[in-house]
T-cell receptor
């Protein structure tokens, strides 16, 4: 099993450009999450999907949209990238809800110029 | 909303010494408190967790304690080794469907 996979690993964007970060899991998990990690700020939840067909905002949703394409895949879209969105983005998944182990992907390092 | 505070932000210890990282949370309804370890350039991985019906949990050299009354929980690492060097994050569940993370502690273990 690959676990949680993310693409791309690294991306450079210019301000105003758009892009989609892809995440997939092969563990048959119901819940999936998108976090951003900034120095000194820890992991902050952007959006999550408790089950296929549902999505909810986290702590820092502004400037992002998500799509739970199916049970395996959960994508994060930046419609108009800003330098403040320079960060490392992690996708995670777990079986049911917030009280279970979350398994993280390898991360996507995004630089917005 | 829920807030998790973590201290210290950096911690340096000599190999063989103990290390303690402390967290406080704000939501009295939180019941699940995991700890994640993140090595440089890698993804966070769960190392231990504790639920509110337990006051302490141990796994070899690591242990976690929970004081629900004070809304405090702590990670204890004994007999530290250089491979324990990493960033450690505490977290607390919120509304049972998501985690709120602390800001992390960078632990350095010197040989």
């Amino acid at each position: 099993n690959a676990g949680v996979t993310q693409t791309p690993k690294f991306q450079v964007l210019k301000t105003g450009q758009s892009m989609t970060l892809q995440c997939a899991q092969d563990m048959n998990h119901n819940s999936m999450y998108w976090y951003r990690q900034d120095p000194g700020m820890g992991l902050r939840l952007i959006y999550y999907s408790a089950s296929e067909g549902t999505t909810d905002k986290g702590e820092v949703p502004n400037g992002y949209n998500v799509s739970r394409l199916n049970k395996r895949e959960f994508s994060l879209r930046l419609e108009s990238a800003a330098p403040s969105q320079t960060s490392v983005y992690f996708c995670a998944s777990n079986q049911g809800h917030g009280q279970e182990t979350q398994y993280f992907g390898p991360g996507t390092r995004l630089l917005v110029l | 909303g829920e807030n998790v505070e973590q201290h210290p932000s950096t911690l340096s210890v000599q190999e063989g010494d103990s290390a303690v990282i402390k967290c406080t949370y704000s939501d009295s309804a939180s019941n699940y408190f995991p700890w994640y370890k993140q090595e440089l350039g890698k993804r966070p991985q769960l190392i231990i967790d504790i639920r509110s019906n337990v006051g302490e949990k141990k796994d070899q050299r690591i242990a976690v304690t929970l004081n629900k009354t004070a809304k405090h929980f702590s990670l204890h690492i004994t007999e530290t080794q250089p491979e324990d060097s990493a960033v450690y994050f505490c977290a607390a569940d919120y509304n049972t469907d998501k985690l709120i993370f602390g800001t992390g502690t960078r632990l350095q273990v010197f040989p």
